[in-house]
Each structure stands twice: as structure tokens, then as C-alpha cells.
């Protein structure tokens, strides 16, 4: 409920963890109640009436296309060994519905124990969620990038995007990304990842420049302080499975940006190298906003 009223806990994996205690409470700030972070009557009753009151599981029907792949099942950690791969896809059809039902594959085997999501035609129990799509922008890895190069921009686009009064607003204590209108109301809110001391969140105001879904990533190992000393400059196919995931939120601050991950797991609970990672379904949905001159703000 809370990912279809736009308060993303980010992975679902069915446990109260840190990022869904968050979310509840970002919800129940924004909604007027009381916030205490605790899923009472009178949150879940709002819960319900803005998520739609629909049901919070939902019966999928494998089809012949989610266990067709293509997939990558094994994708190396390193990633000068990952620049030598021609796609960065989905390992399995698990991976994948996951990624497409914005759960955890510990929760869908949980939910579905003896199912071997490898079949078309199997029915398994997912969380009811507003799909990204997030499988069909990944589903051709090879795909040239689709992107709103910088030499695209124009004065206009700029001066709509600032017109709108949107911003993006990523605060370092909280590990939080909150996309709010003119007013401050909160129009999406999810967890992210937000640097390291190593590489710390860059305090200030910055702008969306380029926006990308389905981005190559440029490794260069100098602007990593834990490369591995042999590494040289990399180019990584795209994929869900890229480092940076499906999609890459460009700022006017060089070398940062808002981004995915293939790790969902991970996110809002490790550090990354300084920019703002986020789950692939939540990045997507922050394109609807992040346009060329959008406010982006570090705090």
C-alpha cells in the first residue's frame, strides 16, 4: 500500500525494517497524522483509501516472455570483468518478476514454495503494485540509450522544468529521496543511498542536465578511492544488472548523479561512492519529474 501511495519502503521483503519505518513515516507526516512510524488503525485506514483499497497480493500468470530472457546468470563483481560482458541482464526469470513486482526473491519464494518460477504458466502471489515497467525497459539490453542530451536542452525545456516548481530533495541523515511540488508537498518519497565519508554526499543546489534510461556506465578507476590499482578506464554494457541500473539522473555537479542499482537489497542500508542510488523501479518513477533544469537539492 504504501508503494502504490507513492511512499516507496524500496525492496519488499515483508519485514519492518528501516526503510518501510520510514516511509510510514513520511507517509503520516504528509497525510496529516500522527507520526510515530508504527502502522496504526488510522494510517492503514488511509493506507487503504489512497492506495486504492485494493487487495496488497495479487495472482501473476508466468508468460512465455518472463522466463525467455535473454539472461546473464553469472555476472562477475569485478568490474573491469563486467566491461567484458555483452549484456548486463537479469541472472534468472526470479530475478526479474522480482524486480518487476518491486519484492525481494526471499519474499516471492516465500510466497510461492512450490513454485520454481521457471515454468510459462505457473501462478504465483506477488505484492500488488503499480508497475514501473521496469522489465520491459531492461528486456533489450543491447538497445542504444534512450537520453536527453545536453545538446537537446533548450532554454524552454529549462525554463518549464523551473517553472513547475518541482524539486528533488535527497537528505543525507535520513538516507531518503523526496520529490516535492512549489508548496512542499511530497509527490514521491522512497529510500536511497547517499555516499560514504570516503566520498560524502555533495552538500548544495544542483540541476538535472541529462537524463538517461538504460545508461552504459563509464568506469573510470580514478574516481574510485578502493579500485583496484591494476584497473583502467571501463565501459560496462547496459542492463538492470549495470552498476548504475536502469536509468542515470545527470546534475551540474560533475561526476553525480541519481541513479538505479542492482542490488535493491542494499539500498538505504550500505554506503556507495557519492552519488544518490536508488531501487531501478524508483528511479523510473522519479523521470516523471527529474527534466532538464530541475531543482535537485543536497541536504
Not at 25 to 35: E, I, N, Y
Not at 103 to 115: D, F, G, I, R, V
Not at 210 to 238: C, G
Amino acid at each position: 500500500m504504501l508503494d502504490r501511495s507513492g511512499f516507496s519502503p524500496g525492496e519488499i521483503d515483508g519485514m519492518a525494517g528501516s526503510n518501510f519505518l520510514k516511509a510510514v513515516s513520511a507517509f503520516q507526516k504528509s497525510r496529516g497524522l500522527d507520526v510515530s512510524g508504527l502502522l496504526d488503525e488510522a494510517t492503514a485506514e488511509r493506507l487503504h483509501k489512497d492506495a486504492g483499497d485494493v487487495p496488497a497480493v495479487v495472482t501473476y500468470v508466468l508468460t512465455d516472455a518472463d522466463i525467455a530472457g535473454p539472461f546473464q546468470p553469472d555476472i562477475p563483481s569485478d568490474l573491469v570483468e563486467q566491461s567484458k560482458l555483452e549484456m548486463l541482464g537479469y541472472r534468472n526469470p526470479l530475478e526479474a518478476l522480482a524486480e518487476e513486482f518491486h519484492a525481494s526473491p526471499n519474499l516471492l519464494k516465500t510466497l510461492n514454495e512450490h513454485q520454481t518460477f521457471a515454468t510459462a504458466g505457473e501462478q504465483v502471489v506477488v505484492p500488488n503494485v503499480v508497475s514501473t515497467k521496469v522489465t520491459e525497459i531492461a528486456k533489450d539490453t543491447k538497445t542504444k540509450p534512450t537520453q536527453n542530451t545536453k545538446a537537446a536542452q533548450t532554454t524552454q525545456s529549462r525554463n518549464q522544468a523551473a517553472a513547475a516548481g518541482i524539486r528533488i530533495v535527497v537528505t543525507k541523515r535520513s538516507s531518503d529521496l523526496a520529490v516535492e511540488d512549489e508548496s512542499g508537498r511530497v509527490l514521491f518519497y522512497a529510500p536511497v543511498t547517499t555516499g560514504s565519508s570516503h566520498d560524502p554526499l555533495p552538500i548544495g543546489n544542483w540541476k538535472v542536465t541529462v537524463v538517461q534510461q538504460m545508461p552504459a556506465f563509464h568506469y573510470n578507476p580514478e574516481l574510485f578511492w578502493d579500485a583496484n590499482p591494476t584497473h583502467s578506464k571501463a565501459t560496462i554494457r547496459p542492463g538492470p544488472n549495470n552498476p548504475v541500473g536502469v536509468a542515470w539522473i545527470d546534475l551540474t555537479k560533475e561526476h553525480y548523479g541519481i541513479h538505479g542499482t542492482p542490488e535493491p537489497s542494499t539500498v538505504g542500508h550500505t554506503q556507495s561512492h557519492g552519488c544518490v542510488r536508488m531501487t531501478n523501479w524508483d528511479v523510473l518513477r522519479v523521470l516523471e519529474w527529474a527534466k532538464p533544469g530541475t531543482l535537485v537539492v543536497f541536504q
